[in-house]
């Protein structure tokens, strides 16, 4: 906290720089700062997170970005709290690369579990050396002293000194401190209420700045035209007619990338349409209706084993009583409402990026690996896009963009249309399951086995940018699908478990993470085939969740969710009239670590067209720490929402050449008349730490909802996406 | 050939210059007059996201041909009121907290003017019929049907 002196000139000149950049449209200053001259960044630095100004203002630079799930106005909480500083004088800048900690993807439900308590833990160093600064100044025992709305206090006094006179607009030149002590969390004021989110005024009324909203002095419109088929190579490209049109400026081809630049987007829209391109023919897709034979035939890499409790295999042959079941999980989409967007500009070999990634500091390394320079020589900066529910086309737009720009000279502002972002956003990959189990004669599990043939994941977390794949730029292709392997392992205390991931070498669409990755399919399947042992074993399948559980905080969420839900044990139904009612339960310890959430989904089957119409679904969430109730219930409500589309609805339509699936009509999601209520009850413990809430209850909608077609038809829909076809399918022929 | 065309935005006439007549009034609005609470989604009037009033009847800017809107009264969301002064939708809409991502949002409270214009006090079910060609990706209906209601309960 006493920085010499060239160095509070150097932060002094910082501070009216980083005011400069939060002009939105204003231009980097970026060619003539070397970004150390502006601030840290480095995660163990108090100052990488955190300025307080002379005017009191305090400063928050987040790594993790807001997607459209509450993050920005949740992270303010933990700040106010944990700083003592009146919310209203905390801003927020996140996910620039220049100014913002790496703090990793914005993925996985971890903005408040990593990176807000990365904030709080620097808010928390900060605060004890504001206080020790003060107890030197005031020549009071800092035992004396407690802080509230921005000032050091004295205690039972009025002597206070605010937190801008004791820097004096200096930085805190300061560690974070692992150690710093955190505040008592009963005292806390802000965090655990449901402060309004900052960023709804301006979006209600056509205020707030999205990316695609975003605009650069001097900029041009390009539209990208894909190739028809995947792997089809570029031969030759005829752009005649589009010269005629106003405002027209160039096709550019590098390779098989291909794009049209225009001086306005409607030329830019019009140009993709009036240019001829000659493909070379391509089919090395899989027949869309063999597509799980494909799967199940791809090579091999190698096996992980996630799980393996006691000698499941030996166990089984103990038995006679087994069961096995296969369960699938169709290819989705991310189904982003606005398309990808981005825009780039090149200064002196140095790139500026604006984007909506999810993960900008990665896509840094990407671009600058693209062109060859070193990633200090780009600048990527977060602006809001429309919601992406993990890695998108957010950042292969980037790439368009970023080599448009370099061609052109001038800032490119790339737009997606609607058919770009359907057919070329990466995709969750397929994933197939089989499973086998064994019960003894009393109706214990005595064997559980599972085993997940999922494509593999290298090293790296980049999914590969196309424009780099097109124009045949570095890196080589390398795909990373994401945490797909998480959630095989099961919670329940099975004495012989066994779950093994065989990892593909390859799969068919560029894979990427789709919210909860891997959970949601992995949960799918673990969560049926538990409630088909129940059955198997006639036991109620809450019951007999319960019965093989042994941590506390599930039992007793599967306590309260018996309570909401009102359930009640019972024969399955039997109705015969033409609408089936089911109920069905299902349940995760998230990655067997953190959020707990229990699900119960009701609803209705019509036997004569096997349209399934959920009704309800009743959830009990347990993150810990609740940090802002109103935020978390929007989550869940999201979470609940998108993924019973995705289990009724959804699935990805491709012949051998391409995606043909490239729009709203041929991809549909879920409509209004379509959603279920929901009833939503909050674990909240303000003394434990805070866990995610992005994806967890994704993971339990598919599976509750399969359990409870079956207690409604008696039938096991195991392929998602449980379509009227596969309903009717399911029926067994009649006797 | 620019094309001289002069439109009634929000209550104010105001002439632009196009080359192409054709092009839909969803790029005037954003990129000539920096309107940006209509959204572009799909460019094919599936999803709703750049939905205007015309008229005061709603329309998917995304395919309305700039041309057939001279003449017309065009409201945009930006023509309903402001952070400071907003309009009962969307004060509704802030009320319920009814936005996840927002990008759906323009057309959510657009279609819902729309309704509520014809009918004062829609329940639950129209709402949601009134409301089915617009897509929303987050999951954000319930609010959205909350805060239509209450916006209604309002008036």
Known sequence: ?735 | MAHRLTLEVNGTRTTVSIDDPQMPLLYVLRDDLQLHGPRFGCGLGQCGACTVHVNGKAARSCIYPSAQAVGKKILTLEGLGTPSAPHPLQLAFIQEQAVQCGYCINGMIMQGKALLDQNHHPNEEDIKQALANNLCRCGTHLRIVRAIRRASEMA
């Open chain 1, 1 to 735: 906290m006493t920085p010499s002196v060239t160095r509070r000139e150097v932060l002094r000149a910082g501070g009216s720089l980083v005011v400069a950049f939060s002009v939105r449209a204003g231009l980097p200053a970026f060619a003539t700062q070397a970004p150390e001259a502006i601030k840290p960044v480095a995660l163990d630095q108090v100052d990488s997170f955190l300025a307080i100004g002379a005017d009191g203002t305090v400063a928050v630079y987040s790594g993790k970005v807001d997607l459209g799930t509450g993050v920005r106005t949740a992270l303010t909480q933990i700040v106010a709290d944990e700083l003592d500083v009146p919310f209203e004088k905390i801003t927020i800048t996140q996910g620039d690369t220049l100014l913002t900690p790496d703090q990793g993807i914005t993925w996985g439900s971890l903005s408040i579990q990593v990176g807000g308590m990365q904030i709080r833990q620097a808010a928390a160093t900060a605060r004890a050396a504001l206080i020790s600064e003060a107890g030197k100044q005031m020549g009071v025992d800092r035992t004396e002293l407690l802080t509230s709305d921005g000032a050091v206090r004295a205690k039972g006094g009025d002597r206070h000194i605010s937190y801008a006179d004791l820097l004096q607009g200096k930085s805190f030149e300061l560690k974070v401190d692992k150690d710093a002590p955190l505040k008592d969390p009963t005292t806390y004021q802000v965090v655990g209420k449901a402060v309004p989110r900052l960023d709804i005024p301006g979006k209600v009324t056509g205020q707030f700045t999205y990316m695609h909203d975003y605009r650069v002095p001097g900029m041009v419109h390009a539209r990208v035209i894909r190739p028809i088929a995947l792997g089809a190579q570029l031969i030759s490209f005829d752009d005649s007619s589009a010269r005629r049109l106003p405002g027209y400026l160039k096709a550019v081809r590098q390779g098989n990338f291909l794009a049209v630049v225009a001086e306005n987007e409607w030329t830019a829209i019009k140009a993709v349409q009036s240019v001829r391109a000659n493909w070379t023919p391509w089919d090395g897709l899989p027949e869309k209706t063999k597509l799980w034979e494909h799967v199940r035939s791809t090579k091999i890499t190698h096996d992980d084993v996630l799980q393996n409790v006691g000698n499941a295999s030996a166990a089984a042959q103990t038995t006679s009583r087994k069961l096995a079941a296969t369960y699938d999980f169709a290819i989705h989409t991310h189904g982003s409402i606005g398309p990808s967007c981005a825009i780039a500009q090149w200064q002196d070999n140095k790139l500026t990026c604006w984007t909506a990634s999810q993960q900008t500091h990665l896509l840094r390394q990407q671009l600058a690996t693209m062109f060859g320079i070193p990633p200090e020589d780009v600048r990527a900066l977060y602006v809001d896009g429309s919601g992406c529910y993990g890695r998108n086309g957010h950042e292969d737009a980037a790439g368009d963009a970023a080599l448009l720009a370099k061609v052109i000279g001038r800032p490119v502002r790339v737009q997606w249309s609607r058919a770009d972002e359907h057919g070329w956003d990466p995709k969750g990959p397929p994933t197939l399951i089989d499973y086998r189990g064994a019960l003894d004669e009393t109706g214990n599990v005595v064997a559980w086995e599972s085993e997940a043939y999922i494509v593999d994941a290298p090293k790296t977390f980049a999914v590969p940018l196309i424009a780099a794949q097109l124009a045949d730029l570095p890196p080589a292709a390398a795909a990373f699908p994401g945490n797909i392997h998480q959630g095989l392992a099961i919670p329940y205390t099975f004495p012989n478990i066994k779950a093994t991931a065989h990892r593909l070498v390859d799969t068919p669409f560029r894979p990427s993470w789709i919210r909860t990755p891997g959970r949601m399919q992995n949960t799918f399947g673990n969560e049926s085939f538990i409630d088909e042992l129940a059955s198997a074993a006639k036991v109620d399948p809450l019951e007999f969740r319960t019965r093989n559980l042994s941590d506390k905080r599930g039992l007793e969420l599967l306590e309260r969710l018996r309570s909401v839900a009102v359930w009640q044990a019972r024969e399955r139904h039997d109705d015969s009239g033409e609408i089936a009612h089911g109920r069905g339960v299902s349940y995760t310890h998230y990655e067997l670590v953190r959020t707990y959430v229990g699900v119960v989904c009701d609803l209705e089957v019509n036997r004569k067209t096997g349209k399934i119409r959920v009704t309800r679904f009743t959830v009990v969430h347990d993150c810990g720490q609740i940090i802002n109730p109103d935020g978390l219930r929007n989550q869940i409500e999201g979470n609940v929402i998108q993924t019973v589309s995705r289990t009724l609805i959804e699935e990805l339509q491709f012949d051998r050449s391409a995606v043909t699936s490239l729009n709203w009509a041929s991809y549909p999601i879920i409509r209004f008349p379509e959603v279920p209520e929901v009833v939503i009850e909050l674990i909240d413990r303000p003394k434990e730490k805070p866990w995610g809430a992005g994806e967890p209850t994704a993971s339990v909608v598919p599976s509750a909802i399969s359990n409870a077609v079956f207690d409604a038809i008696g039938v096991r829909l195991r392929s998602v996406p449980f379509t009227p076809e596969k309903v009717m399918k399911s029926f067994p022929p009649p006797v």
